[in-house]
């Protein structure tokens, strides 16, 4: 099955600077990659997800690059704000169209300071 | 779209007793729903995934005789926990499967302590 390792556990940025979570997949059929912002007591958000047909997706501040051959892709949040601070998790997928199951990464816990 | 709503969002029992934990679907149909158990700091795990008119099926290692699935309808999923123990206090969550073109959702999440 798939394995989804995701790093760092803990990541402490100040506010304005940037923020990258990276994470390894194991399945070369997973094509489907969704990142979840999780709040305390709160159930996921998803926030941006990348497809295996696609290098690189951006929204506003927020952006993921996706490495097919190193079965590897990351999440990019610039010009942090206190409110970015949260539970991220990767998470990877054979999108088929059917009950597709999501294995998840272990999360970040993303700080950001004043 | 995939808009699911959970209920409770967090519920206190005895040991021993059961609870039930609801996911109605609100803005679409769902033939199928996963759920999700975390404990705290970690992350989440598949425990089952409920199909409408079928039996849910469990992931490895989850008890089917404590974790009762029903997909009664197409707008509610359930799952009932069954005699409880402290062990079992943990954050519950259902989420329908993505579909082309919209992510995977999830609910708000029911918060489960059994004292």
């Known amino acids: 099955g798939e394995n989804v390792e995701q790093h760092p556990s803990t990541l402490s940025v100040q506010e304005g600077d940037s923020a990258v979570i990276k994470c390894t997949y194991s399945d070369s059929a997973s094509n489907y990659f969704p990142w979840y912002k999780q709040e305390l007591g709160k159930g996921p958000q998803l926030i941006i997800d990348i497809r295996s047909n696609v290098g690189e997706k951006k929204d506003q501040r927020i952006a993921v690059t996706l490495n097919k051959t190193a079965k590897h892709f990351s999440l990019h949040i610039t010009e942090t704000q206190p409110e970015d601070s949260a539970v991220y998790f990767c998470?990877?997928?054979?999108?088929?169209?059917?009950?597709?199951?999501?294995?998840f990464g272990t999360g970040t816990r993303l700080q950001v300071t004043l | 779209g995939a808009v699911v709503s959970q209920h409770p969002s967090w519920v206190i029992c005895k040991s021993g007793t059961s609870v039930k934990i609801e996911c109605r679907s609100l803005?679409?149909?769902?033939?199928?729903m996963f759920w999700y158990r975390q404990f705290p700091k970690q992350s989440l795990m598949l425990m089952a995934t409920?199909?409408?008119?079928?039996?849910?099926?469990?992931e490895q290692g989850v008890e089917k005789d404590k974790f009762l699935i029903n997909h009664a309808s197409l707008t509610l999923s359930t799952l009932t926990v069954t005699s409880a123990h402290p062990e079992d206090s943990s954050f519950y969550i259902c989420s329908p499967p993505g579909t082309a073109g919209v992510g995977y959702t999830f609910g708000s999440g029911t918060r489960l302590t059994v004292v």
């Open positions: 409920s199909n409408e008119g079928s039996k849910a099926t469990y």
């Open positions: 998470a990877a997928s054979r999108d088929t169209g059917t009950a597709s199951k999501l294995t």
């Open positions: 803005d679409f149909q769902a033939t199928t």
